[in-house]
């Protein structure tokens, strides 16, 4: 393979061009940063169970059921990943592999150096040497032999178990997205570690990949060629921003019923991720058994090597919400004002160098080039550098002090995820639940709802949270530079001059915000504070997220429904939940609607004037809402115009009654009666009409499931669908999600109207979000029963018979499908069987 060849000077520009071709391989090259951390010892392995299959020999048995879901039996762990991992990639091949791609830093030598190629946003070389500064390939070589055998095992089966379906399956019969790529190759137990470090830092340091690429003294270029000379690129650095640590929007709503609010008295669950439908958050559903030690059904994020993320057994239920907790601290440092070249800072009084580590990769120039580039990364003993232009210089700041910045994140490294999770699924009881989160803090950025057979319910929020010591915090409480520096950058800073402030691992379990009830536990996004509005949790640290705050109209829906109770004396059963799941309920629309009809009635024909003195007829949006019946089903007229009605009141929301921190379940409450309102109902139906659309059409003909074709252009075919909105206050939410879904896999995105989700172009809304894989569930004298749905169907081969059947399901009426647990049940829905033998990788 050729290089280019350019002629290079300090001040030479160069703009790489996108590619799709391969070229060789990269790696990086320490100077003198320090090694990777190195963790703690093993776990303790659960006794009898396990680990590695005898002599290497892989053997499972893998049940196909109806609408595609696996159940995967083997007498060992490393062979129950050997079949996950088979059964995953024929579903999802191009996901996981192009994740492989990404967490390993080699985006720009399969893709060029742009994520839109030719465009110079240089996004695959920040990604590529963003990952490579915060060392996750180095931490999962570092830390796989600190994990549990059960663990390591499991990834081990895995890895053999997707190589085996990559080695034996024809071309043809691959995704055709990514079917005979060069980036589409074996994989090994280490890259399924790297992955899994790089996932835990999603809502974290990962979104920080451009201030990384930008950590460099002022004299220094960004990047050199393999030379030494400085490469100048197109890239802008001042469109790097402070970063969206949600980018995805990441939500879900969970319930955990105990026996005082369950109809049979046992334990209840309602599991209800929102997460986008696109991309590598996809859920994918499965279940798993060792027999005498393990059963589990649920669904798992991709590439999670055979433990189930939310799921039951046949004695706990969990779920997980993504919280309000902050996984990182930003860390101010004061440079040494005696080094010239701002790579020192002061730590209790003393002068400290920065440490620093070359990183190198291969980058796609062309169909037969490619060319080297090399960064320079720089650490501190908080963490690497950061530098985000007009907010977190390295230089002088806006106090005149000469300063820099440093990322902490909790998770770099995070080595217990597999372990907490396999805790979980062989959790026995509530304590047992309980006692995963005093061994490990694997679940990274999710709050946990659990409940078992007995009604015992339980919260925690179980994220990584960097533990700063009491009396750090309560002097960076009353330290008014440093509450104004994160108010205005919306990221907790702290001082990095005082090794007080040096956080001491993560806040343990005991310090954590937790929560114990027999009626209920629940969680829609808002921080922990009301879990249970009759024990109020606080005194915890504030970085696990606010109390006294203002609730989201989603969490006062679900708490709304939870006071309401269920059909039996007030008790749930599982038709209930599931009511409450799917019925498409939205709080402000029960809030509001009434008094907002009043207010047309009161308007008449008159026109509306506008803030800027023109005028329009409202008529059209009230005749609309009159049709409405509340809900967000299907066949609700006039759902679409409250919707937008909802987009303009959040903007600028206009209640009778304030906040009220002691009623936070019922206040702010009745519409206000004024000319805002008016112009808000106005400004919608606008919106609407300029749309080309009808206020009072049915939500059924406007909001719509459209896959793209292997190619990223629209299929055609748009899937009426039925479902709320956060902007509402809906449970049940779906939503547009036209930004980055973390993947480079292709697909069509229909350009949004300003300040709403809806599309002209689309003819209404594109869902790419929200209820994903979705249960509610029950236990009975019998073991537990459950409905379910992956609203998006378990494969994203187009391929793939089960590429879109529960999505047509769901898109038919909005409806749940039974879900299989009892060995008798799924052989009773058994649709194929498979053993599948093959050779260990260990």
């Not at 955990?256 to 996809?282: C, V, W, Y």
């Not at 069509?748 to 569930?777: E, K, N």
């Amino acid at each position: 393979m050729k290089k280019n060849n350019f002629t290079r000077t300090s001040l030479a520009v160069l703009v790489l061009s996108g590619s799709l071709f391969a070229v060789t391989g990269c790696g990086s090259s320490s100077d003198d940063a320090p090694p990777p951390a190195t963790g703690t010892p093993p776990p303790t392995e659960p006794t009898g169970l396990v680990a590695f299959a005898p002599n290497g020999n892989l053997d499972v048995d893998v049940t196909w059921t109806d609408y595609g879901v696996p159940y995967v039996k083997a007498d060992n762990m490393e062979s129950l990943g050997f079949g996950v991992g088979f059964a995953f990639a024929q579903d999802n091949l191009c996901i996981l592999a192009d994740q492989i791609v990404k967490f390993n830093s080699q985006r720009a030598r399969f893709f060029g150096p742009d994520a839109v190629p030719g465009s110079g946003d240089s996004e695959n070389l920040l990604t590529d040497f963003g990952f490579l500064t915060l060392g996750i390939r180095d931490n999962a070589e570092a830390g796989f032999a600190q994990i549990s055998e059960h663990a390591q095992a499991l990834m081990t089966g895995y890895a053999a178990g997707y190589n085996k379906y990559i080695n034996e399956t024809p071309v043809a019969d691959m995704d055709p997205t990514c079917a005979g790529q060069p980036w589409v190759r074996d994989i090994s137990p280490i890259d399924l570690m790297t992955y899994a470090q790089g996932v835990a830092l999603l809502p974290g340091a990962a979104n920080f990949t451009g201030p990384l690429f930008l950590a460099v003294p002022s004299n220094q270029s960004f990047v050199t060629a393999e030379d030494g000379q400085p490469v100048t690129l197109a890239f802008d650095p001042e469109t790097v921003g402070i970063p969206d640590t949600n980018p995805t929007e990441a939500g879900s709503n969970g319930w955990a019923i105990g026996s005082d609010l369950s109809a049979s008295e046992k334990g209840m669950l309602i599991a209800n991720p929102h997460f986008p439908h696109t991309g590598n958050q996809r859920f994918w559903q499965f279940g798993i058994e060792v027999p005498g030690h393990l059963k589990v059904v649920g669904g798992s994020l991709s590439g999670m090597p055979g433990v189930i993320n939310i799921g039951f057994n046949e004695n706990v239920a969990w779920t997980h919400t993504f919280s309000t907790a902050s996984r990182f601290t930003v860390h101010r440092l004061t440079l040494d004002p005696n080094d010239a070249s701002g790579t020192s800072y002061m730590l209790d009084g003393e002068s400290v160098p920065m440490t620093t580590k070359t990183h190198e990769i291969q980058v796609a120039t062309g169909a037969e080039s490619s060319m080297t580039l090399r960064k320079t990364s720089y650490y501190s003993e908080f963490g690497p550098v950061i530098v985000i232009p007009n907010a977190l210089p390295w230089g002088t700041d806006q106090t005149g002090q000469a300063v820099a910045y440093a990322l902490h994140d909790a998770n770099l490294p995070n080595y217990d995820l597999f372990d907490h999770w396999l805790g979980m699924n062989m959790a026995s009881s509530i304590e047992e639940y309980k006692q995963t989160f005093v061994d490990y803090t694997g679940t990274v950025f999710n709050n946990a709802m659990a409940v078992d057979k007995h009604g015992q319910a339980f919260f925690t929020d179980g994220s990584s949270v960097p533990n700063i010591v009491p009396e750090a915090l309560a002097e960076w409480g009353a330290n008014p530079l440093y509450q104004a520096l994160t108010q205005q950058a919306g990221l907790f800073i702290f001082p990095g001059d005082d090794s007080l402030y040096m956080p001491q691992g993560t806040v343990p379990f005991a310090q954590a915000p937790q929560l114990e009830r027999t009626d209920f536990v629940q969680n829609s996004n808002d921080s922990f504070w009301l879990t249970n509005p009759a024990a109020p949790i606080s005194g915890v640290s504030p970085l696990w997220g606010p109390v006294g705050n203002q609730q989201s109209l989603r969490s006062r829906l679900g708490q709304k429904m939870l006071a309401e109770g269920g059909s039996v004396d007030g008790r749930f059963t599982r038709e209930d939940l599931i009511d409450r799941l799917i019925g498409n309920r939205n709080f402000l629309g029960e809030a509001v609607l009434a008094d907002l009809l009043a207010q047309c009635e009161a308007q008449g024909t008159t026109p509306v004037t506008m803030t800027d003195g023109s005028t329009v007829d409202i008529t059209p949006a009230c005749q609309a809402l009159g049709l409405w019946d509340g809900r967000m089903n299907l066949v609700s007229q006039g759902a679409m115009m409250f919707r937008e009605f909802a987009f303009e009141f959040n903007r600028n929301p206009q209640w009778q009654i304030a906040y009220d921190a002691a009623q936070p379940t019922t206040t702010p409450n009745t519409l206000a009666v004024n000319d805002t309102v008016l112009q808000q109902l106005a400004t919608a139906q606008q919106r609407i009409i300029n749309a080309g659309l009808d206020p009072a059409a049915s939500l059924g003909s406007v909001q719509f499931v459209e896959r793209s074709l292997p190619d990223g252009t629209p299929s055609g075919e748009k899937l009426p669908w039925g479902g709320a909105h956060n902007v509402e206050g809906g449970f049940n939410v779906f939503r547009s999600n036209m930004g980055n879904d973390g993947t480079v896999l292709p697909r069509h995105r229909y350009p949004l109207l300003p300040g709403s989700d809806l599309s002209a172009a689309a003819g209404g809304y594109h869902i790419t979000y929200g209820s994903s894989w979705m249960f509610a569930m029950e236990f009975t004298e019998d073991g537990p029963v459950a409905d379910g749905l992956l609203s998006y169907s378990q494969s994203s081969n187009i391929g793939s018979d089960h590429y879109i059947d529960q999505t047509l399901l769901y898109s038919s009426e909005p409806q749940l499908r039974p879900l299989h647990f009892s060995n008798s049940d799924i052989e009773a829905n058994a649709v194929t069987t498979l053993n599948l033998t093959g050779d260990s990788l260990n």
